[in-house]
């Protein structure tokens, strides 16, 4: 087997700016694993308050043997095994899993969906995310996203409810917020929780500091909206302290370390009758699709990295009625 990889910059189409921090490109890495005239196509998008970098990326990846990698895989010992290099560098070793994914697609000849045990028909509509901005760009960019039968606002900005008006004079779709930690008196997040209510939004990501878990489970136990633990959740073993703190959490590769572990998260919280979003970084047409692979065994997603983003280097997975649609080609379906 043979690793490759390149550095990438991808572009977003709008500046991004949500609680905490603003950008206008994503460093990503996207690598290949060649084996037996296969290529399986992999992603690593290093959001910069993640900590990765092009360089611990670069770094990781030089201590990789591929050899390690033997078919068929035996994913729960590769993770064991990258995990054992250095621990953390969860988007760089999402990267190596969706490509071992897309590869071993390829060598069943069957889709990774299938692999993964979900039904395409299951997928929920994905949400389009709307970043903090003037109320007058923020108007334009809710008009731009009418296609979209979801939306995602990012909150944590003293125009909350006024950006929240702004979607509701225009469009009725179901509304997810994202306070990224934004939210900090306990009683006035409760008092803004129960107005979100009256206008229909469906789910708050994060409202409060991850490292307060006191305070998330105050709200989590009054909110008549799901909360769900996003920048607090991780890993595996995250679930189980998030269980009594949300209602659900955000699931992402990137923060996962890919597709095998975000399965077992998935399985885990559902065991705890816990709710689950699959959400996204910056990411191309490749994390997407990997994503989209687990989505109909979600309630809600999130993964609109191809949408906000200018220069994927991928063609645009096929998209209808607010949906990634999946394709019964081996592997991701990735179309370059
Ligand atoms: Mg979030």
């Known amino acids: 087997m043979k ?11 709008h500046r991004f700016t949500i609680a905490k921090f603003s950008r206008t490109s994503t460093p990503i890495i996207l ?43 035996d994913y729960a010992a590769i993770i064991n ?51 903090i901005d003037t ?36 469009t009725d779709v179901p509304l997810y917020v994202d306070a990224n930690q934004g939210w900090t008196d306990r009683e006035a997040s409760l008092d803004l929780v129960y107005w979100l209510h009256e206008y229909g939004v469906q789910l708050i990501e994060q409202p409060m500091l991850k ?16 909360i769900l633990g996003d920048e607090a959740i991780q890993r595996l073993g995250d679930i189980d302290k998030a269980h009594g703190i949300y209602h659900g959490v955000n699931i992402k590769l990137m923060k996962s370390a890919g597709m095998f572990e975000a399965k077992r998260m998935i399985d885990h919280a559902r ?4 709710k689950i979003l699959i959400g996204c970084m910056s990411e191309t047409s490749c994390a997407t699709l990997a994503a989209a692979a687990l989505a109909p065994q979600c309630d809600w997603a999130d993964l609109d990295g191809p949408l906000l983003t200018s220069n994927n280097p991928f063609a645009m997975p096929q998209f209808e009625n607010g949906k990634w649609i999946l394709s019964n080609d081996a592997g991701l379906g990735l179309m370059q």
């Not at 005239?37 to 092009?54: D, L």
């Not at 697609?105 to 299951?122: D, H, R, T, V």
């Not at 065991?271 to 816990?274: A, S």
């Open 81 to 131: 095994y990258l995990d054992s290099i250095e621990p953390g560098n969860p988007a760089v070793k999402a990267a190596i899993d969706i490509a071992l994914h897309d590869l071993e697609g390829k060598l069943l000849n069957k889709p990774c969906w299938q692999l993964l045990g979900s039904l395409p028909e299951n997928i929920p509509v994905t949400s389009y995310t709307i970043g």
């Open 31 to 73: 690598l290949q694993l060649e084996h037996d005239g296969c290529i399986g196509y992999g992603e690593a998008s290093m959001v910069p308050y993640m900590g990765e970098s092009i360089q611990s990326a670069a770094n990781f990846l030089s201590r990789v043997d591929v050899n390690q990698f033997k078919v068929p895989f």
């Open 271 to 274: 065991k705890l009758n816990m």
């Open 211 to 226: 490292t307060d878990p006191e305070s998330n489970a105050w709200l989590t136990e009054r909110s008549p909206i799901p």
């Open 135 to 170: 109320p007058e760009i923020f108007r334009q960019k809710v008009e731009e996203a009418a296609g979209y039968k979801a939306i995602k606002v990012k909150l944590g900005s003293a125009d909350d409810k006024q950006l929240i008006e702004i979607v509701r004079s225009v």
């Open 3 to 13: 690793l490759s990889f390149a550095p990438f910059e991808l572009q977003l189409k």
